[in-house]
């Protein structure tokens, strides 16, 4: 019986190992700590996917910041956004005149965070940037600034270190991919 099966993940392949997801994790941190020094930094993690990526990144950046959240949702299909996002649920404390930098666990369409960035844009932050873990270049449909990039992965459905397939593999320590469904 190999890993996977043994931790009842048979259907999904390791894509990134813990390893070197830490590894970027660090280093995403280092060069986010040299270009916000001096600066009134706040992460704004986008709920659920972010929350360990958020939770790594904040300790590798070496800053008096703050954390606060949104929950997004998209209607869509299984694997995929429809494109109409709606919060769920909102920030804690405004934004304005702030350095603001939106941590995600994915990019895929672009959709969402295309929408995120125009919305908290009106709050008046006084910059506004993107750090993503992961970014599927080839899903593309709108351009959206990425100041901040893991990894650029092909157009595989990912699961695993708080991406989601049906809610579950939140808690995986690696990246996977998903070969096999399970419903
Ligand atoms: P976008 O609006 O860029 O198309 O999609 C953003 C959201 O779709 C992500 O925040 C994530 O929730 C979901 N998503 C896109 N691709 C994947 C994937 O490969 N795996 C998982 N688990 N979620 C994904």
Do not use: W
């Not at 040299?34 to 986008?46: A, E, F, Q, R």
């Not at 599927?136 to 990912?158: C, E, H, N, W």
């Amino acid at each position: 019986m190999d890993k996977m099966d043994a931790m009842g993940l048979s259907g999904v392949t390791e894509l990134i190992p813990e390893e070197k997801i830490l590894e970027r994790v660090a280093q995403l941190g280092h060069e986010i700590t040299s270009d916000y020094k001096g600066k009134d930094l706040i992460l704004i993690g986008v709920l659920k996917g972010c929350f360990l990526f958020m939770a790594d990144l904040c300790r590798n950046i070496s800053l008096p910041l703050s954390c606060d959240f949104l929950g997004v949702s998209s209607y869509g299909n299984r694997t995929s956004t429809s494109g109409v996002i709606r919060i769920t649920s909102d920030l804690t404390r405004p934004i304005e005149g702030k350095d603001v930098l939106v941590v995600e666990d994915i990019v895929d369409t672009g959709l969402t965070m295309n929408y995120l960035l125009e919305n908290l844009s009106t709050r008046k932050p006084k910059s506004i940037k993107v750090c993503t873990l992961l970014h599927k270049p080839a899903r593309q449909m709108v351009s959206t600034p990425i100041d901040y990039l893991g990894f650029s992965i092909d157009d595989v459905f990912v699961i695993g270190y708080g991406l989601d397939f049906q809610n579950r593999y939140r808690n995986l320590r690696f990246i996977g991919i998903k070969t096999q469904d399970d419903r």
